[in-house]
């Protein structure tokens, strides 16, 4: 090749590489979008649940993981904002190209528009929950979004009740379900909304504070169902007719002289 052409092509390859840096970093202060990815910092993480909130038996090992992310500027939903619905952010591993969807605890109603809160579980065959886990303080976290995987068509009829089931880490859509309509609009008129939540055990569940605490102020529109396969034996409850039992005083939870339906699946 002529030493012109190589110049050339190497004026272009720097050129190339120039533009690519100033995009990367110019779409990284803009912050994801549902085609687009952008780094989040990762301010603060913590693994669920802690030892000390482990009354009940336990099999010792926690395997779900809270990621607290911090955008630069605040993260936009790109589209109107919908009470009834649920939305969810990609997550990609970035030497893998894998991505997989998770939903934020919270969305409409988040006090720090800049920040979002994940619940993560790490699966033994899984590439991305894995990756998540072994992140530290200040690594960056690869997101796009928000996608609506869920929503109230606009014109279907208002419901009387939205009923969910969830279990695992699928508690997280319930729980920002809860939170986009009570804290966004009048809950008087919003339909009542039942969580039917299931667990391996009362160690297991992850979200409860939050969502007794929806059931308290709203008693009217929130009803919480807890169901487990192992019989806690550190706490007191009371069998009913029915073949349910109510869980009396779950400290654990913070909420001391609450009774709450709990139904033993073993």
């Known amino acids: 090749m002529p030493r012109g052409a190589r110049a050339i092509a190497l004026a272009t390859s720097i050129c190339m590489g120039a533009f690519y840096v100033t995009q990367q970093a110019r779409q990284s202060d803009e912050g994801p979008l549902p085609y687009r990815y952008a780094p989040l910092l990762l301010a603060s993480t913590s693994f669920l649940p802690c030892q000390a909130a482990r009354p009940f038996e336990s099999d010792g090992r926690s395997m779900h993981r809270h990621l607290h992310l911090v955008s630069k500027k605040p993260l936009m939903l790109g589209h109107d904002c919908i009470p009834f619905a649920i939305y969810s952010y990609y997550i990609k591993e970035p030497t893998l190209q894998v991505e997989r969807p998770y939903t934020p605890l919270t969305m409409l109603s988040r006090n720090d528009a800049c920040s979002l809160d994940m619940l993560i579980k790490r699966y033994a065959d899984g590439e991305l929950s894995r990756y998540l886990h072994r992140l ?76 007794v605490r929806y059931m308290k102020q709203y008693p009217e529109q929130v009803q919480l169902r807890l169901l487990t396969y192992v019989q806690p034996q550190a706490c007191l409850w009371m069998h009913k007719s029915d073949g349910s039992t109510q869980l009396h005083g779950l400290v654990a939870f913070g909420h001391a002289g609450l009774c709450m339906n709990w139904w033993w699946m073993a």
């Open 136 to 211: 530290r303080p200040n690594a960056p976290v690869y997101v796009r979004g928000p996608e609506v995987t869920w929503q109230l068509p606009s014109h279907a009829t208002m419901p009387d009740e939205i009923v969910m089931m969830v279990g695992g880490t699928c508690v997280a859509a319930s729980h920002q379900l809860l939170s986009n309509v009570l804290d966004t609009r009048d809950p008087a008129t919003s339909p009542k909304l039942t969580v039917w939540y299931a667990a391996t055990s009362l160690d297991a569940l992850q979200a409860v504070p939050d969502m």
